[in-house]
């Protein structure tokens, strides 16, 4: 981990030339370089050195909580690698300088939504609810992963040039995964004061919804100016768990009641009463300048209404409310496989989940699963094995929308075999199945499947009940912590 000071002219793994210094937070430092191979400007984004990580950090702690932000760190990387969407910067390349681990990712060119406020607050309807709505659209293509961002505030959104808003610092984003590690220092409360959902200012679970809080924060803000809280009426925590903020008309009594009431919805305290991204995109788009519009008076720069005044429709701009999610390529060609490579493949994927630390051996088996399985058949013992392996590195990493159909096509292929293994493995391949659609809201469903399954594990033979049995312990404690009731013990 490196000491010193990263200097302007530097070269970064051999081809970005660092030129100056676009940001710096508590966790990380931001820097503008040039990529002398394909002369385009990035980004890159550096783990800030250990003695400012470290500082106020208790010294029996530090090692650990070095390790942790490391790993932070690392994920985002992973996260971002995952997700393509014009409100979300797209991830080059990565690498660690001098022992310090660096991103490389789009360079943003624009204005930071806080300072774009304190030049034009309050923002009048049209130009705030262009910046809700983009924001909502990145959001909701982050939560298909699903990941939680946990920290949207206006520091954290950049409006470019273009007038795209942009979704920036995915460092303490959570993917949505039972068995994801959580990686939270001791005695901390993740998010920012003034934005954090109260579940999150409780310590409690954190799940897409505590994001749609946050954005009801930064709503109020874009069209009052003010936050829905402010610190001199009293302690910012505990204003957001108990108290309820003032109508928006208030402050702003030009903004439309419907939208006052979806503001009102997405503050409500308890997760389940606010509505999805989904739901916000539905209410705000009414609101949205219309195709061919006249530009905002006064006049904006940059214009965040222009990506929606010159399109003909809102599904014809990326940033509007559609996302795409970046899917692994899947080779058509046969006879390209080889076997020893992805027997070692699937070594080191067990190692790296070993470690639980899946890393690119899991990422290749996951590109190869459907090509194996075409070429070599759902039956060969080493198909079987990529299969696993690849479901269950994508399970640890929070990709819970790509692991259920592995896991769903496993538990089908052994459906109809008499062999007690197999049965045993068929069965916790389904209650993996419910794990993962867990995130997604389905947590009746996973409930039905743990109540069937622990009935049909009674009659395997004891050594094969007791692997089912396991899954099944797993799988009631994350219901039980998502608020759910079983009668599994």
Same mark, same amino acid.
């Given at each position: ?7 302007? #002219? ?88 001098? /022992?310090?681990?660096? %991103? $490389? ?20 309807? /049209? ?20 990941? $939680? ?40 409360? *993740? ?6 959902? !109260? ?15 946050? *954005? ?11 936050? !829905? ?33 979806? $503001? ?11 509505? #999805? ?11 949205? !300048? ?6 905002? $008076? ?64 899991? @990422? ?14 759902? @039956? ?10 690849? @479901? ?11 692991? @259920? ?21 068929? %069965? ?50 994350? %219901?039980?912590?998502? /608020? ?6």
């Amino acid at each position: 981990m490196r000491t010193r000071e990263i200097q302007r #002219d530097v070269l970064v793994g051999g081809r970005y030339r660092l030129e100056s210094r676009a940001g710096k937070g508590g966790m990380a430092e931001v820097w503008r370089a040039m990529d002398i191979q394909n002369d385009d400007v990035v980004a890159i984004k550096f783990l800030s050195p250990a003695d400012e990580l470290m500082s106020g950090i208790d010294t029996h702690y530090r090692s650990e909580e070095l390790a942790i932000m490391r790993k932070r760190f690392r994920r985002e990387g992973n996260l971002l690698g995952q997700i393509d969407h014009p409100g979300i910067p797209r991830l080059y390349d990565e690498g660690t300088h001098e /022992g310090t681990p660096y %991103l $490389v990712m789009q360079f943003i060119d624009g204005t930071p939504l806080n300072d774009f406020l304190a030049r034009y607050r309050p923002l009048t309807v /049209g130009p705030a609810i262009a910046i809700a709505m983009q924001i909502a659209s990145a959001l909701e293509c982050a939560h298909e992963r699903p990941v $939680v961002h946990r920290d949207l505030k206006p520091q954290n959104v950049i409006v470019s040039a273009r007038g795209i808003a942009v979704l920036l610092d995915f460092g303490i984003a959570r993917p949505l995964g039972a068995t994801v590690t959580r990686y939270t220092q001791h005695g901390s409360s *993740l998010g920012s004061p003034g934005y954090q959902a !109260p579940e999150q200012i409780r310590g409690d679970m954190v799940v897409p919804k505590t994001d749609s809080y946050a *954005l009801g924060c930064v709503c109020y803000e874009l069209l009052t100016g003010r936050t !829905p809280f402010l610190e001199e009426h009293g302690g910012l925590q505990g204003q957001h768990l108990d108290k309820l903020p003032f109508p928006l008309e208030v402050f702003a009594p030009q903004v439309p009641p419907e939208l006052d009431e979806l $503001v009102q919805k997405m503050l409500t305290k308890i997760p389940d009463g606010r509505p #999805d991204m989904a739901e916000i995109q539905r209410g705000l788009r009414p609101h949205l !300048p219309a195709p061919g519009s006249p530009a905002p $008076v006064p006049r904006l720069e940059p214009d965040p209404t222009l990506p929606y005044r010159i399109s003909q429709s809102d599904t014809e701009n990326p940033p509007l409310g559609g996302s795409t999610v970046t899917q692994p390529r899947r080779p058509e060609s046969s006879g390209w496989l080889k076997v020893r490579l992805v027997e070692q493949d699937c070594e080191d994927a067990e190692r790296e989940l070993a470690a639980f630390e899946p890393g690119p051996a899991v @990422a290749r088996l996951a590109e190869i699963a459907i090509a194996a399985r075409r070429e070599w058949g759902p @039956a060969r013992p080493l198909v079987r094995r990529v299969w696993r392996l690849a @479901a269950e590195g994508l399970r640890v990493l929070g990709d819970c929308g790509r692991a @259920a159909p592995l896991y769903q096509q496993m538990a089908e292929d052994l459906a109809h075999s008499r062999d007690p293994r197999d049965q045993a493995a068929a %069965l916790i391949w389904r209650l993996r199945v419910a794990e993962c659609r867990l995130p997604f809201g389905n947590g009746d469903l996973a409930v039905e499947t743990l109540r069937e399954t622990v009935t049909a594990a009674e009659a395997l033979p004891e050594r094969d009940a007791e692997m089912v049995r396991a899954i099944c312990r797993e799988l009631d404690t994350n %219901l039980t912590e998502s /608020g759910y009731t079983t009668d599994h013990g």
